[in-house]
């Protein structure tokens, strides 16, 4: 079994800056493409960034030259800095992982449990 932890979030002004961390933990796995995804309030959940186990990255156009993804292999971890953040990022923010199990074999989608981004003034 896998685990993804979210950590980070919060409430800050437009213009602000935010972080967010993901870790996953567990055993025999092995971590493919990694992922932020965000929900606000009303709204279908949407794809924010991504990045491959070789570090391409793939960014929604709202958050281009905003939003930085990055991973740290080492530590099963990917995480998200948010700069300039508007009022628009205000949604809840999940982790995403493409997951392989090496035995038994499978390969799943995880989700981490959410964290909440607020921006406002």
């Known amino acids: 079994q896998v685990h993804l932890v979210e950590s980070g979030g919060g409430s800050v002004q437009p213009g602000g800056s935010l972080s967010l961390s993901c870790a996953a933990s567990g055993s025999s796995f092995r971590l493919n493409a990694m992922g932020w995804y965000r929900q606000a309030p009303g709204k279908q959940r949407e794809l924010v960034a991504t990045?491959?186990?070789?570090?391409?990255?793939n960014y929604a156009d709202s958050v281009k030259g905003r939003f930085t993804i990055s991973r740290d292999n080492a530590k099963n971890a990917v995480g998200l800095q948010m700069n300039n953040l508007k009022p628009e990022d205000t949604a809840v923010y999940y982790c995403n992982a493409d997951i392989t199990l090496l035995w038994p074999y499978s390969r799943l989608d995880y989700w981490g449990q959410g964290t909440q981004v607020t921006v406002s003034s």
């Open positions: 990045i491959t186990s070789g570090g391409s990255t």
